[in-house]
T-cell receptor, first 114, second 117 residues
Framework: DSGVTQTPKHLITATGQRVTLRCSPR?????VYWYQQSLDQGLQFLIQ???????AKGNILERFSAQQFPDLHSELNLSSLELGDSALYFC?????????????FGPGTRLLVL | AQSVTQPDIHITVSEGASLELRCNYS??????LFWYVQSPGQGLQLLLK??????LVQGIKGFEAEFKRSQSSFNLRKPSVHWSDAAEYFC???????????????FGKGTKLSVKP
């Protein structure tokens, strides 16, 4: 158990819908990362937050957004869902914001868009 | 741009045999390097990491990896594979932007390991 929790574990929805994925980082970690894992793209970085502020953006679509709340949990919002958004979404956390920090991954949320 | 290449998509080894999974990275400076393992239906678990110092690093579950700057490689090894090692293995490099404040990982495509009894 990494100490990072993600809910829900599975999500099935329809095209055009909007969903929210939730992540609670390890106790004491200030940085949260979101990654998308799909068969064709592999593991892709979406967005990073550190202590409530956006730190870096990766290959995140405009239909997707995220935020980190004062209690440091984070939510990833996916809207106008398309079939291609079906993937495993991971949240990871680390103490600090930089690349030398070890990132601990949650179990992921598996999203299926029908 | 930073990138990670894992040339082997799928490897099959016999239980008890040795294992080496290859990883090559493209990065301008000394990278932060990681190996993660993902079992079916599970999240990513950190096996080991290299930041600096001794180029041979030891990890959990009997794994080790060697950083070779001249070859831009960070290969993962295990002297004797167990059936429970069957999983997918990901090599990653810690990204760094110009200001040094970005921390995301750049992953390779992964190598799936199958273990024959």
């Amino acid at each position: 158990d990494s100490g990072v929790t993600q809910t829900p574990k599975h999500l099935i929805t329809a095209t055009g819908q909007r969903v929210t994925l939730r992540c609670s980082p390890r106790s004491g970690d200030l940085s949260v990362y979101w990654y998308q894992q799909s068969l064709d793209q592999g593991l892709q970085f979406l967005i990073q937050y550190y202590n409530g502020e956006e730190r870096a953006k990766g290959n995140i679509l405009e239909r997707f957004s995220a935020q980190q709340f004062p209690d440091l949990h984070s939510e990833l919002n996916l809207s106008s869902l398309e079939l291609g958004d079906s993937a495993l979404y991971f949240c990871a956390s680390s103490v600090g914001p930089t690349g030398e920090e070890t990132q601990y991954f949650g179990p992921g949320t598996r999203l299926l868009v029908l | 741009a930073q990138s990670v290449t894992q040339p082997d998509i799928h490897i099959t080894v016999s239980e008890g045999a040795s294992l080496e999974l290859r990883c090559n990275y493209s990065y301008g400076a000394t990278p932060y390097l990681f190996w993660y393992v993902q079992s079916p239906g599970q999240g990513l678990q950190l096996l080991l990491k290299y930041f600096s110092g001794d180029t041979l690093v030891q990890g959990i579950k009997g794994f080790e990896a060697e950083f070779k700057r001249s070859q831009s490689s960070f290969n993962l090894r295990k002297p004797s594979v167990h059936w429970s090692d069957a999983a997918e293995y990901f090599c990653a490099v810690g990204a760094r932007n110009y200001g040094g404040s970005q921390g995301n990982l750049i992953f390779g495509k992964g190598t799936k390991l199958s273990v024959k009894p």
